[in-house]
């Protein structure tokens, strides 16, 4: 029998081009008390990495939106994942995601739609965002959820802007859904 109070397992599996994604995944990952696991650049996961991904009770996904899509690692990564399909190991797993891009809109959608879809195949649960935009006049950059997102978080980096200058905003969206899928996992296992 689980303790009611044992706190799941949570991993942020994520690939960063330029570091923003990163600063996001370390957002989202201190929101839900998680292990961050990064795709490298050849898109490749270490061993720990798998091991935590089969061991968790919630994966939340993380990638820029490249050309309307996720990354090419993360697309490697997610072939990959065939191996626990295979074995239905991910099966009836929380799973949640995120993105980041330069322009406002630049399909970000997509991409976590394909996160979506990606947890489906495995037979996962997913987690919306849960946070209304901040969409009226008085709104500001910094301002939670200003891009206005319901299936996750989205986050908008210029493209000529360092990772330390990206949202407060951005980043508290980033926290605020980590902690979000960490209170269903909890939910789930008690």
Do not use: C
């Amino acid at each position: 029998m689980t303790a009611l109070n044992s706190s799941p397992k949570i991993v942020v599996v994520y690939h960063s081009g330029y570091g923003h994604t990163r600063r996001m995944a370390e957002a989202v990952a201190k929101g839900a008390g998680a292990t961050l696991h990064a795709i490298d650049a050849e898109g490749n996961l270490s061993e720990d990495g798998w091991v935590a991904l089969d061991a968790a009770d919630a994966i939340i996904l993380g990638a820029p939106t490249y050309m309307g899509g996720p990354s090419w690692q993360f697309k490697k990564f997610a072939d990959a994942s065939s191996k626990p399909w295979f074995s239905a190991k991910w099966q009836d797993k929380i799973f949640g995601g995120f993105t980041n891009s330069a322009s406002l809109n630049g399909d970000k959608l997509n991409t976590l739609q394909y996160f979506a879809l990606l947890a489906g195949q495995h037979g996962g649960m997913w987690v919306s965002l849960g946070i209304k935009p901040s969409n009226t006049r008085a709104s500001l950059r910094d301002d939670p959820n200003r891009m206005g997102s319901y299936l996750g978080p989205m986050a908008q980096s210029d493209a000529d802007a360092a990772p330390a200058e990206m949202s407060i905003g951005d980043l508290e969206t980033g926290r605020l859904y980590g902690a979000r899928v960490a209170g269903i996992a909890r939910q789930r296992k008690s």
